[in-house]
């Protein structure tokens, strides 16, 4: 990725959605850019029986250039390893319960 050689500030912007994502259903290279498609798990309720049917339902579409794909792989890798690495370190507590 590209890092423009002036300060850049970051700012929130609370009117954007959070987006809760269940799978990356596609990703794709077309036109230079990398396209990823997010999906959510829907469950179709109006049924009778008693397995509703689901579906993955797409809830967002992103594309961004090859370099800032890599950048956000490498750094989403590396948050998940030091994530991995805290919870093997951080010991579970079981509760035991008495009869």
């Known amino acids: 990725m590209q890092i423009p050689e002036q300060e850049v500030t970051y700012i929130d912007n609370p009117h954007c959605p959070s987006i ?4 990356a259903v596609a990703v794709q290279m077309l ?6 498609t997010l999906g959510q798990w829907h469950t179709e309720y109006g049924t009778a029986s008693s397995l509703a049917p689901l579906h993955c339902v797409c809830v ?3 594309a961004m250039t ?10 989403l890798l ?3 390893a030091q994530q ?10 079981l509760s035991h319960a008495t009869h």
Do not use: C, H, S
């Open 20 to 23: 809760l994502v269940d799978a």
């Open 31 to 36: 036109n230079g850019l990398v396209r990823l």
């Open 60 to 62: 967002a579409k992103i």
């Open 66 to 75: 090859l370099d800032q794909a890599e950048y956000i792989a490498k750094e």
């Open 78 to 80: 590396g948050f998940v």
């Open 84 to 93: 991995r690495a805290e919870q093997v370190a951080t010991p579970v507590e």
